[in-house]
T-cell receptor, first 112, second 108 residues
Framework: NAGVTQTPKFRILKIGQSMTLQCTQD?????MYWYRQDPGMGLKLIYY???????DKGEVPNGYNVSRSTTEDFPLRLELAAPSQTSVYFC???????????FGPGTRLLVL | RKEVEQDPGPFNVPEGATVAFNCTYS??????FFWYRQDCRKEPKLLMS???SGNEDGRFTAQLNRASQYISLLIRDSKLSDSATYLC?????????FGQGTELSVKP
């Protein structure tokens, strides 16, 4: 099993551009999460999903959108990128939401 | 006030030292507690869960005091490979709330 995979690993965006961060898990987990981690800080929840077709906002959802059309995939969309969105983005999944969350390797995003 | 607060780091210790990390949480509705480890530029990985009775995994001991809303992690006989950032994590509802992390650097 690959676990949780994320693409791309690194991306530079210009202000105002948009992009989609991809996340896929092959563990048949119901719950999926998107976090961002700024330097020297803990992870902050952006959006999460408890199953296909169901998404909800986390702590810092502004400037982002998500969709969950399948159990495996949970893409994160950035519209109109801003320098404040420069961060490392981690996708995670868990089976029932109360168990261990398994993280992907992260996507490093730089907005200039 | 942050919901989960940890000792500010970094902690610089020699090999073989014992080091303790402290964490406090503010929401009494918090249900479960964890320590995650994050290596430099890598994803967080679960180190251990924390139970009210205290639990031990080799050189690592975690303790929880619900009355004081306090969590601790003790590392004995530190190894170079223990160098990482340790994240205190609290589960509330279906979500994990992360502390900012405490960096540990173990020197020869």
């Amino acid at each position: 099993n690959a676990g949780v995979t994320q693409t791309p690993k690194f991306r530079i965006l210009k202000i105002g551009q948009s992009m989609t961060l991809q996340c896929t898990q092959d563990m048949n987990h119901n719950y999926m999460y998107w976090y961002r981690q700024d330097p020297g800080m803990g992870l902050k929840l952006i959006y999460y999903s408890v199953g296909a077709g169901i998404t909800d906002k986390g702590e810092v959802p502004n400037g982002y959108n998500v969709s969950r059309s399948t159990t495996e995939d949970f893409p994160l969309r950035l519209e109109l990128a801003a320098p404040s969105q420069t961060s490392v983005y981690f996708c995670a999944s868990s089976y029932l939401g109360w168990e261990t969350q398994y993280f992907g390797p992260g996507t490093r995003l730089l907005v200039l | 006030r942050k919901e989960v607060e940890q000792d500010p780091g970094p902690f610089n210790v020699p090999e073989g030292a014992t080091v303790a990390f402290n964490c406090t949480y503010s929401n009494s509705a918090s249900q479960s507690f964890f320590w995650y480890r994050q290596d430099c530029r890598k994803e967080p990985k679960l180190l251990m869960s924390v139970y009210s009775s205290g639990n031990e995994d080799g050189r690592f001991t975690a303790q929880l005091n619900r009355a004081s809303q306090y969590i601790s992690l003790l590392i004995r006989d530190s190894k170079l490979s223990d160098s990482a950032t340790y994240l205190c994590v609290v589960k509330r509802g279906g979500k994990l709330i992360f502390g900012q992390g405490t960096e540990l650097s173990v020197k020869p």
